[in-house]
């Protein structure tokens, strides 16, 4: 544990002696050991003026080649009960913690002097000029054996002088020492302080002779006037604010007043506005995406269980062609008549998803950029997806256009679904946009900057945010949607668009990362894990900072002798993020995807939104 970064050292030094002044006690030097300069000027000042000598070193091997033994005080920003005791037992005299106040640790450097056997405080007690003596701790002052009457103040100036004879004083350092360097005023306006300097003749004048001779030629530089010195009576004038200082330092403190004044009001009238702000209704609504073209089967079973919780479905039966001309390309399971009308009967709504998803290329931005940047293919694409719509008695359609090229498509895809929108709508048909998170603009990644929230959500009927996907396949493990961060996104979401109209991204679907990549699983396939290597589930609650996660997860080791760790979703997880739906008065969740999900999230969704009892 380091405890040179901040102590002193004390040592008595040699006789407090000045030209023709004698003191009956030492001073006492100080070492000031500390790395910011900022700590060791404030020290240093104010040591010296409580009449220490100081001495200054910047890291603790300058202080080592000090060969005497002294006492030391450690100061220092470590506050733990340990931290004291070992400072202490390391030969520490006393131990003060930051922050600190100056007078305090002044009075310490006092009490350690007077422990160690130096007494008194460290400076001269009497100051002796010829017949005249200066008793500093009984504050009198006596010439030639008889008592004068001073005030305070004029007691702090003689004082002052006579503990710098033969030097030559500012103004400043005058003020500083004398009336405290937080002194406000004018320091050039000067009033009288005549503390009897004929009856002290020729003695101030002995005392002091370089500052009256210094101020008899730079008056201006001390504030002394020369007929100070030769005119009747003699004396020495110090600066007094005047009343147009008075009167300015006034107007200043009252603007100062307004000032904070209004920026307390103002914070108040904001805090009250935020209060009175109404959330609007969540409108519950659950959407739900089926992929009909991979787990399939599963896909279909969890939406005849549990059709009745869902009031929008979004098969993933489209892509738009690679060619990016604006055909459209429907995948296996797509146009499935029976399921449009299963649906329909029930009053849920039939969305489909179109995405730019390729065997081949994943999500890839080149068909879409190509098609949003030609005004013929973008029209022929927004033709394609209305004729289809109608053809197949679709509700609408849900875009779902992934990973961009951030700024060079965000204005063309905007354009785009604003022609959309407008396309669809002309025939009482729904636009649903799905988009990458993100907490502002433009994003901070290229999926994210390609979509403007602003212009996107007013076109848009359905504005689904995909809330999911905060730790990915390709990076370290960790939580897929941490609840704080869902909460980061929704706070910029409802600042740009209507918050009936977002959707919050719920993921049904789970990570199982080794070897620095993951592949995905539904929770079905993580408690067949669990069971299969004794794995215990655990509970991630906050963050290392306090903010709340909310997700299960656990570690195995598999027959390889690889370690995995698997971060999942649950009926706890789920029902931790459908609360934020009230919280911020959304539109409702969708949920990727159907298929092996916990059984138990539905009850949640039942429990959470009653999203069975809403209708459009």
Not at 298 to 322: D, F, G, K, M
Not at 458 to 487: C, K, N, Q
């Amino acid at each position: 544990m380091d405890y040179t970064a901040h102590f002193f050292l004390l040592q008595n030094a040699c006789l407090y002696h000045h030209i023709g002044v004698q003191s009956t006690t030492v001073s006492h030097k100080i070492l000031v050991v500390d790395d910011e300069q900022s700590i060791t000027d404030l020290l240093e000042y104010n040591l010296r003026r409580n009449g220490y000598r100081v001495v200054v070193a910047h890291d603790g091997r300058q202080a080592l080649r000090r060969e005497e033994a002294v006492p030391i005080i450690m100061l220092t920003a470590r506050d733990e009960e340990v931290d004291r005791v070992v400072g202490l037992e390391l030969g520490a005299d006393d131990y003060v913690t930051k922050p600190f106040s100056v007078r305090e640790l002044m009075a310490r450097v006092k009490a350690v002097l007077r422990r160690v056997g130096s007494g008194g405080v460290g400076v001269a007690d009497v100051l002796r000029a010829g017949p005249l003596e200066i008793d500093v701790l009984s504050r009198e002052v006596r010439l030639a054996g008889a008592g004068l009457p001073l005030t305070q103040l004029e007691f702090d100036l003689l004082e002052t002088l006579a503990r710098h004879a033969g030097q030559v004083l500012s103004r400043q350092q005058l003020l500083d020492q004398v009336w405290g360097y937080d002194y406000y005023g004018d320091s050039r306006a000067v009033d009288r302080v005549d503390f009897a300097k004929n009856s002290l003749n020729p003695w101030v004048d002995f005392f002091t002779p370089n500052i009256w001779e210094a101020a008899l030629n730079q008056p201006s530089h001390l504030g002394v006037s020369s007929r100070d010195f030769y005119g009747t009576p003699r004396g020495f004038f110090l600066p007094l604010p005047s009343p147009c200082v008075i009167l300015r330092a006034m107007i200043k403190r009252a603007l100062l007043y307004i000032a904070v004044f209004a920026c307390l009001l103002f914070l108040l009238l904001g805090y009250i506005e935020q209060q009175s702000v109404t959330v609007p209704p969540p409108l519950n609504r659950v959407a739900a995406w089926m992929p009909s073209s991979w787990d399939a089967a599963r896909a279909r079973a969890s939406w005849e269980t549990n059709h009745a919780h869902i009031q929008e479905l979004s098969p993933v039966w489209y892509q738009l062609a690679p060619g990016g001309d604006g055909s459209i390309l429907p995948y296996s399971g797509a146009r499935d008549g029976g399921l449009v009308e299963e649906a329909h009967a029930q009053s849920t709504l039939v969305v489909p998803l179109i995405n730019n998803c390729y065997a081949d290329a994943g999500f890839d931005p080149a068909p879409v950029s190509a098609m949003l940047h030609d005004p013929a293919r973008r029209a022929a694409h927004v033709n394609a997806l209305v004729n289809e719509t109608l053809t197949y008695n679709y509700d609408g359609v849900d875009v779902d256009y992934e990973s961009l090229n951030g700024l060079a498509d965000r204005d063309a895809f905007s354009l785009f679904v604003e022609e959309l929108a407008a396309a669809l709508h002309a025939h009482g048909k729904l636009l649903s946009v799905t988009v990458h998170p993100k907490t502002d603009e433009p994003g901070s990644w290229e999926g994210p900057q390609a979509q403007d929230w602003t212009r996107v959500g007013a076109a848009a009927d359905r504005f689904r945010v995909m809330t999911y996907g905060y730790h990915w396949p390709t990076s370290d493990p960790g939580p897929i949607a941490p609840l704080w961060w869902m909460e980061d996104v929704m706070d910029f979401a409802v600042s740009v668009v209507p918050p009936n109209r977002i959707y919050l991204g719920i993921h049904f679907y789970g990570h199982d990362w080794a070897g620095g990549t993951s592949s995905n699983l539904t929770w079905e396939s993580a408690r067949a894990l669990m069971t299969t290597h004794g794995a215990i589930p655990q509970w991630k609650t906050a963050s290392g900072w306090g903010r709340a996660v909310s997700e299960p997860w656990f570690t195995y080791t598999d027959d390889a002798g690889r370690a995995h760790e698997v971060w999942y979703a649950d009926e706890a997880s789920i029902s931790a993020r459908l609360r934020l739906v009230e919280q911020y008065g959304l539109g409702g969740v969708a949920v990727w995807r159907l298929g092996g999900e916990d059984q138990a999230n539905w009850s949640a969704i039942g429990d959470v939104l009653h999203s069975a009892d809403q209708q459009e």
